[in-house]
């Protein structure tokens, strides 16, 4: 039996509250879950690893392997597509098999590939294509800068040196059907009420005789335009 205690943390659970003032609407009454430690840094260089088991995260998106190193530790890191197990995984800052899973500096690896869970600055740790299906194509690279592609097209300028993981992120649970309004509930999200089905006081939408739509242009309970607004 493997002992991953130490991999494990207690949830603070927030509510979408700050100070006691609800600050994010329709947020509370979470299951209790546990958040699972992950190596965003994959620090662990030149040690091989196998991938034990692949496990469910209730924190993200996307399934998680368990890494058990050579030297008798374990970790968990973001699950690549086309990962099995018993899979040998290794993070290295020099040339390495180009292999779903394994990590490495952008200076080592080739332009089209795709990549994941790719570190904005050197040993700062993963920030970037961290989410369900999410990856980057590296599209160009010089001397000290490379340039990736995100999935949503932007473009971005980051140095050679930064990690990066290679593959796409697995995608099992973008496509997750709710069977009754109580899975949500067990998400954190509370109901949402229609403005136009609120009172005056509440809502711009509020109010009127019978049942009407609003009457003015789509915005927030405080007035704010949801619709064509730019909001950078």
Known sequence: MIKLKKLFLGFNKKSGRSNGRI??????????????????????????????????????????SLLSYKDGTYNYVLKSE???????LISS?????????????????????????IEEKPFKGAT????????SELIFKDNNFAIIK???G?????????????????????KKKMYKAGQNRW??????????????????????EGKTSGGRHPCSPWGKKTKGLKTK
Do not use: E
């Open 82 to 88: 086309n990962c099995k197990i018993n899979d040998i």
């Open 23 to 64: 600050s994010v609407r329709h947020k509370g009454s979470f299951h209790k879950k546990l958040y699972r430690k992950i190596d965003f840094f994959r620090n662990k260089y030149n040690i091989s690893s196998i991938i034990k088991k692949f496990q469910y995260d209730p924190n993200r998106n996307c399934y998680l």
């Open 93 to 117: 800052l020099k040339k390495i098999i180009l292999l779903n899973g394994n990590s490495t500096i952008l200076k080592n690896l080739q332009i089209g590939i795709y990549i994941n869970s």
């Open 187 to 208: 998400r954190g999200v509370r109901p949402t009420v229609r403005g136009v089905a609120m009172n005056p006081v509440d809502h711009p939408h509020g109010g009127g």
């Open 128 to 135: 970037i294509s961290r989410s369900g299906g999410g990856f």
């Open 154 to 174: 932007k473009k971005k300028k980051i140095s050679i040196y930064c990690m990066a993981t290679i593959g796409k992120i697995c995608n099992l649970f973008l």
């Open 150 to 152: 995100m999935s949503s």
